[in-house]
């Protein structure tokens, strides 16, 4: 089972990256392409044949390789704030030194980006439509706040416009049985990475192993592969043991630390261990619906991102009480001020830490040290 895991994986990692290295050697993409923000609904660039890239999950990459910080001072003197989403700055720095740990990708022909996750991204999609000269498109999910029978057309609106304008782009035209297919793909996916991301409240499960593999769950929902890989790792995890009962449980809220080499403060934390994150649900879209178009406009317009703070505060309390967590540590992470989500409205101790999620320089381990300690009286 592990060969088998370790084969999907590479194959995975192999397709999505394979013009990365033909880009840097001055080839051409076969396809067309399209540099996508995180909740873009790929499933119809997928059934269109347009290769799509996701600049956030690239400076991940970047940052675990250990480059991020020469690509933030990079994008800082390139007039890029140090405040704003280290994403961006670590990915655009990459754009102006040529550096990063797989080459350049391959340059887009299309731009989009999304506003189910958060504000920034349509901005730094401006920032690069303006630096390639070529279209952006900017799709629009109102979420909760305006009613399904209002949303469902105007969210499908935009679907639609938006594979006509990639049928031009690709040449091909979109078959929606096909369309329907991948969507499929994508459900088992969500539901095999579920099964997954359950172990982690129960088993000995190393939180790296999630905060990692969650990846393929972003940029190949869509692939057949991709159920088969989780259901393999299922199949390696479920054979841990069962958790350490003398370690009390807690909650990580908030993105992983791609600088760290086990994605947490695993040093700070030897009493403790990390029994459940709401970043590991994110991914988790719901694609119910009669047909392809209302499936698309469920799993898209719901984000947890996108919903209202009612809804996420819910969510987040169920997620916390199937995990068992004793306490929580949320992250206020400075590239993500608007999308912040904290338990301060559920009855469990928490510690707020001030982090990033790709600048390391911004962690003050000494204080980290001390509110954890906080923490562990309350405890």
């Excluded at 101790?349 to 911004?362: G, H």
Aim: glycine share 4%; proline share 5%.
């Amino acid at each position: 089972m592990a060969q088998l895991y370790l084969q999907l994986q590479a194959k995975l990692m192999r397709d999505y990256y394979k013009d990365f290295s033909k880009y840097a050697k001055g080839k051409t993409p076969t396809r067309k392409v399209a540099w996508v923000t995180a909740f873009t609904p790929v499933e119809i660039l997928e059934a269109l044949g347009v290769e799509y890239i996701y600049p956030e999950s690239y400076a991940a990459v970047i940052a675990a390789s250990g480059q991020e910080q020469e690509l933030l001072k990079e994008s800082e003197k390139n007039g890029l704030c140090p405040d704003c989403c280290a994403y961006s700055g670590c990915f655009n720095g990459a754009l102006s030194t040529g550096t990063a740990p797989r080459g350049l990708p391959p340059k887009p022909d299309v731009l989009i980006a999304t506003n189910n996750q958060c504000n920034t991204l349509p901005n730094w999609w401006n920032l690069l439509a303006e630096k390639y000269h070529i279209p952006l498109i900017v799709l629009d999910y109102p979420g909760e706040s305006v009613e399904k029978e209002r949303s469902l057309p105007y969210v499908t609106m935009q679907h639609k416009d938006l594979i006509e304008q990639m049928e031009a782009l690709s040449g091909n035209r979109l078959d929606e049985s096909c369309l329907a297919e991948i969507i499929q793909n994508s459900q088992r996916s969500v539901a095999a990475w579920d099964r997954v991301a359950g172990l982690l409240a129960e088993k000995c499960v190393d939180p790296m192993a999630l905060f990692d593999g969650i990846s393929y769950l972003i940029i190949a929902r869509c692939r057949p592969e991709t159920a088969a890989l989780y259901d393999a790792m299922y199949e390696i995890q479920e054979e841990a043991g069962e958790a350490d009962a003398e370690k009390t449980p807690v909650f990580w809220l908030g993105y992983p630390l791609w600088y760290h080499p086990q994605r947490y403060l695993k040093e700070l934390l030897p009493d403790f261990r990390i029994c459940g994150s709401n970043y590991i649900t994110w991914w988790s879209l719901d694609y119910s619906g009669d047909n392809p178009f209302e499936q698309l406009f469920t799993a898209y317009n719901y984000t947890f991102l996108n919903l209202s703070a009612e809804t996420k505060r819910r969510r987040l309390q169920e997620c916390i009480s199937v995990s068992g967590a004793k306490a929580a540590i949320s992250l206020r992470n400075k590239s993500c001020k608007c999308d912040f989500v904290s338990a301060k409205y559920i009855d469990l101790p928490q510690v707020e830490l001030e982090i990033d999620m790709i600048d390391r320089e911004y962690l003050d381990i000494e204080h980290a040290k001390a509110q954890l300690d906080i923490l562990r009286e309350i405890v």
